[in-house]
Nanobody, 118 residues
Framework: QVQLVESGGGSVQAGGSLSLSCRAA????????MGWFRQAPGKARDFVAT????????YYADSVRGRFTITRNNAENTVYLQMNRLEPEDTGVYYC???????????WGLGTQVTVTS
């Protein structure tokens, strides 16, 4: 059974920081890319950031580049998202994602709420 569990969400004032974690259980994802998505109320789920297995490649949505940092710890089977200088527009439910190859499968956590007040 594959399970992804996000943690670290909460409420913070604009300009503040928050750190998210996502730990995977059931199998190792050390060979696969991991990332974060988010979904604001009434909006579609949107890409935030991804990190490759060799950590030689990271990519961020334009809206978060320079403010967010994605990292991973393969020994812990965990991916992190450090969020700095948060803005109200960052508010939403943040979901952890793992993309598994060669089966081209995606696994998702249940999400953690991030609320940024002005």
């Amino acid at each position: 059974q594959v399970q992804l569990v996000e943690s670290g969400g909460g409420s913070v004032q604009a300009g503040g920081s928050l750190s998210l974690s996502c730990r995977a259980a059931g199998r190792s994802f050390s060979s696969f890319a991991m990332g974060w998505f988010r979904q604001a109320p009434g909006k579609a789920r949107d890409f935030v950031a991804t990190v490759s297995t060799d950590r030689g490649y990271t990519y961020y949505a334009d809206s978060v580049r320079g403010r967010f940092t994605i990292t991973r710890n393969n020994a812990e089977n965990t991916v992190y998202l450090q969020m700095n200088r948060l803005e109200p527009e960052d508010t939403g439910v943040y979901y952890c994602n793992v993309h598994s190859d060669p089966e081209n499968a995606d696994y998702w956590g249940l999400g953690t709420q991030v609320t940024v007040t002005s």
